[in-house]
């Protein structure tokens, strides 16, 4: 099939951009630029590039009508992150398309209430970026119940692998903490570090659109969690990464309001967001229906992502001696 990957040449994409190539589908990815995925692969020859703004291209009205020219039998979209944007995009490949392919993100269920949280369970979203992914998640579905669209859509969790940081045991991405670790140093958690994180590996996020392609009769007209088999609490997560570079844990706690007194601002933004959200995503839906099964434990796809980034960070190596 002729698929089309709108952002394809990012964490999501450098994963599966290969894998359509292998299992022979003809690619097109869509980028704004011409970039180099996070991990090379003879594959990336074989993909058709084409540049597209896509900000620029709604703003002149013509976004989807360009990714329609396309031909694509099927349109993942990796990059949507406004209802408007996922309307344009809709009405325009409506009739023509086999299967479009949606990427959320566990965000559009705010807080928690049950845990681990399912696929049904009511939207409490909060903030921009979840709120638009929960209206983007509801006018999908609606489209597909009102005349059929061919959709499905995917949320994965704390997308992470080699080439970028991981969200930390702290719940944001200062490096340091994992400095901190790997040294045996305390690190301070906010409350009782038992909020939790579910982390993904892009290339099991990338294996959940796979496998909802090739099982289209069970995921058109459904939303899944792309998730590890487990959440981590951030105290179990910091104490497991003690103890992977070697050392006992040691751990402090305060309570928010004097940790966050601690910390910059950008941190103290970042833990906030993942500690209000908290989530603990079930899997059970996507093992069911689209016989997914992640490679990587959350901590495996940490551990992984950390070592490559102390390896290219040599500054960082310095430090730890």
């Given at each position: 099939m002729k698929v089309v990957v709108i952002?394809?040449?990012g964490h999501i994409g450098t994963y599966l951009i290969p894998k359509l190539v292998q299992a022979g589908h003809d690619v097109i990815c869509v980028?704004?630029?011409i970039s180099e995925p996070y991990k090379t692969?003879?594959?990336w020859s074989m993909v058709q590039q084409v540049q597209m703004d896509r900000i620029q291209a709604e703003r002149d009205g013509d976004f989807g009508i360009q990714i329609a020219s396309l031909g694509g039998e099927v349109v993942i979209d990796l990059i949507c992150f406004t209802p408007q944007s996922a309307q344009k995009l809709t009405e325009a490949l409506e009739g023509t398309v086999n299967h479009f392919l949606h990427c959320g993100t566990m965000w559009v269920h705010g807080y928690s209430e049950k845990i681990p949280?399912?696929?049904d369970q009511k939207r409490n979203p909060f903030g921009s970026y979840g709120i638009n992914k929960a209206a983007i998640e509801t006018y999908l579905l609606d489209s597909h119940h009102?005349?059929?669209?061919?959709?499905?859509?995917?949320h994965p969790g704390h997308i992470t692998g080699p080439g970028w940081l991981p969200i930390n045991p702290a719940g944001n991405l200062n490096p340091e903490i994992f400095v901190r670790l790997a040294k045996g140093e305390a690190i301070t958690l906010p409350n009782l570090g038992m909020e939790t994180v579910h982390h993904v590996h892009a290339d099991d996020v990338a294996q959940a659109f796979m496998k909802a392609i090739d099982h289209r009769e069970n995921s058109i007209g459904e939303s899944f969690h792309v998730v590890s088999a487990q959440a981590l609490t951030?105290?179990?997560?910091?104490e497991e990464m003690f103890r992977y570079f070697g050392h006992e844990p040691k751990l402090r706690f305060l309570y928010w309001d004097q940790w966050q007194e601690e910390v910059d601002e950008r941190d103290k933004e970042l833990t906030w967001d993942h500690i209000a959200h908290s989530p603990c995503g079930s899997i059970a839906?996507?093992?069911k229906l689209l016989n997914y099964c992640p490679g990587y434990s959350s901590l495996q796809a940490v551990q992984e992502a950390i070592d490559h980034y102390l390896q290219n960070n040599r500054?960082?190596?310095d430090v730890l001696g």
């Open positions: 952002g394809g040449s980028n704004r630029g692969s003879e594959c949280t399912t696929e009102k005349s059929g669209f061919p959709v499905s859509i995917l951030l105290r179990g997560y910091a839906k996507a093992r500054n960082l190596l």
